[in-house]
């Protein structure tokens, strides 16, 4: 597949139109939000293309991203919202709305499974299977190609998951369920920014 792949330093080009359906994903220097900084932010249309933004650690001025992730209008897509959303309230300030997350999906959709991760639906749903070795990289310097190409494949299947995944959801009359669980993922993000990482409604 040819990805239309384009790399941003610190923003979004200001004219640049995305629709209102959006697939997004970010990586970072590591998993713990207090020490590790986010890197970069992902986006795709759907339509085999990729923005990169190479954010500036220094002092994640990105208003063109921002107000494109705060706008209500436009439908995120993520694969494991709560990680993203968690370094994207911590390092952009900003808390988002009008999300679905393929994870979530995936564990209320395919209980014949207990496979989620986005490796094993990219697999099952658009036939690829891709290598997650870049996953622990880098991602604070100067990218090298197959960073590139890493990040892209991370966006650019959303879509298509998302779709298969939602006519399961429907088919099983699971939707409405997914539809309640979604709505706590702020809530979510903020019990983990308060500390609160484990399960509140276990004994």
């Given at each position: 597949?040819?990805?239309?792949?384009?790399?941003?330093?610190?923003?979004?080009?200001?004219?640049?139109?995305?629709?209102?359906?959006?697939?997004?994903?970010?990586?970072?220097?590591?998993?713990?939000?207090?020490?590790?900084?986010l890197c970069l932010v992902q986006i795709?249309?759907?339509?085999?293309?990729?923005?990169?933004?190479?954010?500036?650690?220094?002092?994640?001025?990105?208003?063109n991203l921002k107000k494109v992730l705060q706008d209500r209008n436009v439908t995120k897509i993520f694969h494991y919202a709560r990680a993203d959303l968690l370094f994207i309230k911590k390092y952009l300030n900003i808390t988002l709305e009008n999300i679905n997350c393929t994870k979530i999906m995936s564990k209320i959709a395919r209980s014949y499974s207990d496979k989620h991760g986005l490796k094993d639906l990219i697999k099952e749903f658009v036939g690829i299977d891709i290598s997650k070795n870049l996953q622990s990289s880098d991602f604070g310097g100067e990218l090298n190609e197959k960073q590139i190409q890493y990040c892209a494949k991370d966006v650019i299947y959303l879509h298509q998951i998302y779709n298969n995944l939602n006519n399961i959801l429907i088919r099983e009359k699971r939707v409405d369920l997914y539809k309640d669980a979604i709505k706590f993922i702020n809530c979510r993000v903020n019990l983990d920014l308060a500390s609160f990482t484990s399960d509140i409604w276990s004994h």
């Open positions: 597949m040819n990805i239309d792949i384009k790399l941003h330093k610190k923003d979004l080009p200001e004219q640049l139109v995305l629709g209102d359906n959006i697939a997004v994903d970010c990586e970072f220097m590591g998993l713990n939000v207090e020490r590790d900084k795709s249309t759907g339509k085999k293309d990729a923005h990169i933004i190479q954010l500036d650690r220094e002092n994640y001025e990105a208003p």
